[in-house]
């Protein structure tokens, strides 16, 4: 079964501090993708970053960067530097078996404090 | 780049009436998506086109839901009758066609808050 796992309903940063959020999942799959959205108060949901199964680094973008950890099967996101705008909600998500579909998990409220 | 766009932004109806959601996806975007996230739990797939194709209609809850995307452009999504448990955000996502740069990446639209009581 594929399964996403977001285990911090919300999370409290300073601003200008590094945060993680945790992300595992749970796959049979030998190739699959990891990503990560941000969805802020308006609603819409902004794409961040991917993570290939079979890629060897880590994604970087800008200020956020995927710890990814394969054999935990974690793909933790890290923000650094957080601004006021990081406050949001992440999503966590896979895509992975026979079809194009995503698999979500619950997400992680993110307030930046100043 | 026009992003996607869903209409309306917020519906609110009674149980047993009809309701009818609309995705444009971003153009040139073969493949369309749609998901559905109900209060407080994860987002959940309901079913993904290709063009004008229903690929994977696996998460749709039950035959009160209808999906068409005629002509391949935009989709609609109607529930008839509509249930209290429909109640959500209704969430439009599309890709590129497979074998672009990017093609495994779905962009979202903003969602339609669907309530019904």
């Known amino acids: 079964a594929q399964k996403i796992t977001q285990t911090q309903p919300g999370m409290f940063v300073q601003e200008k501090e590094a945060v993680t959020l945790d992300c595992t999942y749970d796959t049979s799959d030998q190739s699959y993708g990891l990503f990560w959205y941000k969805q802020p108060s308006s609603g819409e949901m902004i794409f961040l970053i991917y993570q290939g199964s079979y890629d060897e680094q880590n994604a970087t973008e800008g200020r956020y960067s995927l710890n990814f950890q394969k054999a935990r099967k974690s793909a933790n996101l890290v923000i650094s530097a957080s601004q006021l705008g990081d406050s949001a909600m992440y999503f966590c998500a896979m895509r992975a078996g026979n079809g194009n579909q995503f698999y979500f998990g619950t997400g992680t409220s993110l307030t930046v404090i100043p | 780049e026009a992003g996607v766009t869903q209409f309306p932004s917020h519906s609110v109806i009674e149980k047993g009436q009809t309701v009818t959601l609309r995705c444009d996806p971003i153009?040139?975007?073969?493949?369309l998506y749609w998901y559905r996230r109900v209060m407080g739990k994860e987002i959940k797939f309901l079913l993904h086109f290709v063009k004008e194709s229903k690929q994977d209609e696996s998460g749709m809850p039950n035959n009160r839901f209808l999906a068409e995307r005629t002509g391949g452009t935009y989709s609609t999504l109607k529930v008839q009758p509509a249930e209290l448990e429909d109640s959500g955000v209704y969430f439009c996502a599309s890709s590129h066609p497979p074998g672009l740069a990017g093609a495994y990446e779905q962009y979202f639209g903003p969602g339609t808050r669907l309530t019904v009581t």
């Open positions: 153009s040139g975007h073969d493949n």
